[in-house]
């Protein structure tokens, strides 16, 4: 019997986590069943290749022609299933590629489905942004005749009617050695952006003042340590101000999904700002000792500075924040929107987190992920019982059987 072909649709061009989730989705589903295509954003479709996955790609702002482009590629390829690898990114999409989750559930008569990251309906889909700007996002998911959740970041426990929950994979599972460098080497600090982390999407000076200076702040704690790093920085814009000489910087704009891997695999700590980062879900497969960096409650900075009870650190890091609110995901925010997911959920245990303005508890942190044997085992040890959870899970080739069709 013929594969049944499944294709997917990930059109975001900011970040390429929604891609990447949905890539390690399709990579666990059986050659011998099942073929696969992505539909892309123009910049990412080299990405998806570098899965070993094939990518057919749309054209920057030309929406009607990119309606004709996939009308023919469903009439060519003929597809079981339609995955948005995420609803909201597709809609957004709207403007510059003619597609959407609506015009997929109207047009074709094909099953649709979804990948929903953070359990939107257990927020009853509301967002809070840095600032405190609350919007609550369309129901997108009841378009869908499946939804798929990964996990982690998701629970590793089995979903209501029409929800999948699958595990993620991520280039391998198997925990690496807890010492990743030679004595005589200073560790490796591993730190990752992506585009959409320099969009001010609520337009807000408090946002644009956490966009310029989280950089800052998070070299200053590095420097804080006063010991030899070497610091690997994967995004889109370098630092822009003088590092400290302990600090051995490198920067990258782009790597392979290969080459970003193994350096990941190989550092001694990921540091982030974003909770729900797909690195960090890969750094947490790997045994790579993380910490994850939040806000948890509002911050007056602008008058503790007139004051004088500002911390001198954070003024000379930082002197044009005047405020810091609650995030969970730097900068969008996106605080109290996780809480549901994030709660009772054993995945949140398996790396460290600490307080942006934090000083003490930072550098703690680090040094113990670092230095801590002791806090290093334990975390393995949590990880591997997620593992052992995760791999409880139905495998992605299960999850899609209840929304193919039957063939006779």
Wanted: overall charge neutral; some cysteine; glycine content about 6%.
């Amino acid at each position: 019997m013929s594969p049944r072909t499944v294709l997917f649709v990930g059109l975001g061009h900011l970040s390429n986590g929604d891609l990447s989730i949905a890539a390690d989705f399709a990579r666990q589903l059986p050659a011998d069943e099942f073929d696969v295509g992505f539909v892309t954003a123009p910049g990412t479709a080299p990405y998806v290749r570098g899965f070993g996955l094939t990518a057919y790609p749309l054209e920057a702002e030309a929406p009607e022609r990119n309606r004709e482009t996939f009308d023919r590629l469903m009439t060519e390829l003929r597809p079981e299933l339609l995955v948005a690898a995420d609803a909201f990114t597709l809609d957004y999409s709207t403007g510059w590629s003619g597609l959407s989750m609506g015009l997929l559930r109207e047009r074709y008569d094909t099953a649709l489905a979804s990948f929903d990251q953070y359990d939107y309906p257990a927020a009853d889909y509301l967002v809070d942004f840095y600032t405190g700007h609350r919007s609550r996002f369309p129901r997108l998911f009841d378009l869908c005749d499946l939804v798929i959740r990964n996990s982690p970041l998701n629970r590793p426990v089995p979903g209501g009617p029409s929800v999948a929950v699958t595990r993620m994979v991520c280039g391998g599972s198997a925990p690496l050695p807890a010492t990743r460098r030679r004595p005589a080497e200073p560790p490796t600090v591993f730190l990752t952006n992506s585009r959409w982390e320099h969009v001010n999407v609520v337009r807000s000076p408090e946002m644009a003042q956490l966009i310029l200076t989280m950089p800052r702040i998070i070299h200053s704690h590095l420097a804080a340590l006063r010991r030899p790093l070497r610091v690997v920085h994967v995004g889109p814009a370098r630092w822009d101000f003088p590092v400290a000489d302990q600090i051995d910087y490198h920067y990258r704009s782009r790597l392979t999904p290969a080459e970003f891997h193994g350096l990941l695999a190989g550092a001694d700590l990921y540091l982030t700002g974003n909770v729900v980062s797909v690195t960090l879900t890969q750094a947490v497969l790997a045994g790579v000792p993380s910490l994850v960096l939040q806000n948890y409650k509002t911050l007056d900075l602008a008058a503790l500075t007139a004051s004088g009870s500002a911390p001198s650190w954070l003024v000379a890091a930082a002197p044009e924040l005047s405020v810091g609110y609650p995030f969970r995901i730097f900068p969008w925010g996106w605080y109290e929107f996780l809480g549901p997911v994030l709660s009772d959920n054993p995945y949140v245990d398996c790396f460290l987190t600490a307080g942006i303005f934090q000083r003490r508890r930072v550098l703690q942190a680090m040094t113990e992920l670092l230095d801590d044997s002791t806090v290093r085992a334990g975390l393995g040890e949590r990880q591997a019982d997620l593992l052992d959870r995760l791999d409880r899970l139905p495998p992605a080739a299960e999850a899609l059987r209840p929304v193919l069709p039957v063939r006779r």
